[in-house]
């Protein structure tokens, strides 16, 4: 492995790529193991129950933070959500992940009974994710997980021969992230949000072009796994972004994959995403859990957004997370 510093770059492979693969290679065993059995939908049906359950329990303790005024960052005039992260922009991107799934079941899915279990979770989740003033996630991952579940639902119910009345609600719900947040557009966090001459508009296009110079001068296999900060603070830091110097990824997910594993990690990283999205569109057009696909599709369109601009992979929860969008639907 070519890292200067060796000792974080095993770390992360163990922490990350690792464990990530541990996690595919028990998901393989299983559906191999499954091919002589029966009941095999109810692996799928535990795999997702527990991944949404568990981060609507994660939703539910960040709106308790909120409402007890517990473990809350409060920064550039709001107060923000992190649930049992480090970070509220932490907390965004595993919870915008789970709630594009939640919602196209709430709202798609055609046993009908479940529904309301469904948008119940989604509502919890929804709220936590709005109070991690999460800029990525507000203003490119909601967006683009709900246009694609609006326009994915539309396809779907049409197919169906449905009523596609359900879509006036699911416009009705970005309508009211919108009004939501309409009182918070004149605090600090968001009133500077296209100044690119200062602030953090400024810092984030300085760190990208360091980034690209980075990749440039270490083309073919990064500065190694969790090298980014060393190389970046040590050689490669603008003067005019002093201000921030401990950023230990480039917050784009083309460069990290780029800076941090080189062209092989870049072209693993366009090739995987690629056939996660190719997977899921397959399966939303041939009706084989189709809502699910969507939902899976709406999360990977949501994540590789907010990723332009943060981070998108190269932590535990969200590597697994990715492993676990390749593997559903079956």
Same mark, same amino acid.
């Given at each position: 492995?070519q890292?200067?510093h060796?000792?974080?770059? #095993? !770390?992360?492979?163990? @922490?990350?790529?690792?464990?990530?693969?541990?996690?595919?290679?028990?998901?393989?065993?299983?559906?191999?193991?499954?091919?002589?059995?029966?009941?095999?939908?109810?692996?799928? @049906?535990?795999?997702?129950?527990?991944?949404?359950?568990?981060s609507?329990?994660?939703?539910?303790?960040?709106? #308790?933070?909120?409402?007890?005024?517990?473990?809350?960052?409060?920064?550039?005039?709001?107060?923000?959500?992190?649930?049992?992260?480090?970070?509220?922009?932490? $907390?965004?991107?595993?919870?915008?992940?789970?709630?594009?799934?939640?919602?196209?079941?709430?709202?798609?899915?055609?046993?009908?009974?479940? !529904?309301?279990?469904?948008?119940?979770?989604?509502?919890?989740?929804?709220? /936590?994710?709005?109070?991690?003033?999460?800029k990525?996630?507000?203003?490119?991952?909601?967006?683009?997980?709900?246009?694609?579940?609006?326009?994915?639902?539309?396809?779907?119910?049409? !197919?169906?021969?449905?009523?596609?009345?359900?879509l006036?609600?699911?416009?009705?719900?970005a309508?009211?992230?919108?009004?939501?947040?309409?009182?918070?557009?004149? @605090?600090?966090?968001?009133? !500077?949000?296209?100044?690119?001459?200062?602030g @953090?508009g400024?810092?984030?296009?300085?760190?990208?072009?360091?980034?690209?110079?980075?990749?440039?001068?270490?083309?073919?296999?990064?500065?190694?796994?969790?090298?980014?900060?060393y190389?970046?603070?040590?050689?490669? $830091?603008?003067? /005019?972004? #002093?201000?921030?110097?401990?950023l230990?990824?480039?917050?784009?997910?083309?460069l990290?994959?780029?800076?941090?594993?080189?062209?092989?990690?870049?072209?693993?990283?366009?090739?995987?995403?690629?056939?996660?999205?190719?997977?899921?569109?397959?399966?939303?057009?041939?009706?084989?859990?189709?809502?699910?696909?969507?939902?899976?599709?709406?999360?990977?369109?949501?994540?590789?957004?907010?990723?332009?601009i943060?981070?998108?992979?190269?932590?535990?929860?969200?590597?697994?997370?990715?492993?676990?969008?390749?593997?559903?639907?079956?």
């Open positions: 492995m890292a200067t060796q000792a974080v770059a #095993w !770390r992360e492979w163990r @922490t990350v790529f690792l464990y990530a693969g541990l996690f595919g290679l028990s998901l393989a065993l299983m559906a191999r193991s499954r091919s002589n059995t029966t009941g095999g939908y109810s692996d799928q @049906t535990l795999l997702l129950s527990a991944w949404l359950a568990g609507t329990v994660v939703a539910l303790v960040a709106l #308790w933070q909120y409402g007890s005024d517990t473990l809350l960052v409060q920064a550039e005039g709001v107060r923000r959500v992190r649930a049992f992260y480090g970070s509220p922009n932490n $907390l965004a991107l595993y919870l915008e992940r789970t709630l594009a799934v939640t919602l196209a079941l709430g709202f798609f899915a055609e046993q009908q009974r479940y !529904r309301w279990i469904y948008l119940a979770a989604g509502l919890a989740q929804a709220a /936590a994710l709005l109070l991690t003033f999460s990525g996630a507000l203003l490119l991952a909601l967006p683009t997980q709900l246009g694609l579940l609006w326009l994915g639902g539309w396809y779907l119910l049409s !197919r169906r021969g449905e009523s596609r009345r359900v006036w609600w699911l416009a009705a719900v309508v009211a992230i919108f009004i939501t947040l309409l009182p918070f557009l004149g @605090t600090e966090r968001f009133q !500077r949000l296209l100044d690119f001459e200062e @953090t400024f810092v984030r296009l300085q760190l990208w072009q360091s980034s690209f110079q980075m990749a440039i001068d270490h083309p073919w296999f990064g500065v190694g796994p969790d090298n980014f900060l190389a970046y603070r040590s050689l490669y $830091l603008l003067p /005019a972004a #002093w201000q921030e110097p401990n230990n990824h480039p917050h784009n997910w083309l990290d994959w780029w800076t941090r594993l080189g062209v092989p990690g870049l072209f693993l990283a366009t090739s995987w995403f690629g056939l996660i999205s190719l997977r899921q569109w397959w399966h939303l057009r041939s009706n084989h859990q189709a809502v699910l696909a969507l939902g899976l599709l709406a999360a990977t369109a949501a994540a590789l957004a907010h990723g332009l943060d981070a998108s992979y190269a932590l535990p929860d969200l590597i697994v997370v990715w492993v676990l969008m390749s593997y559903l639907p079956e």
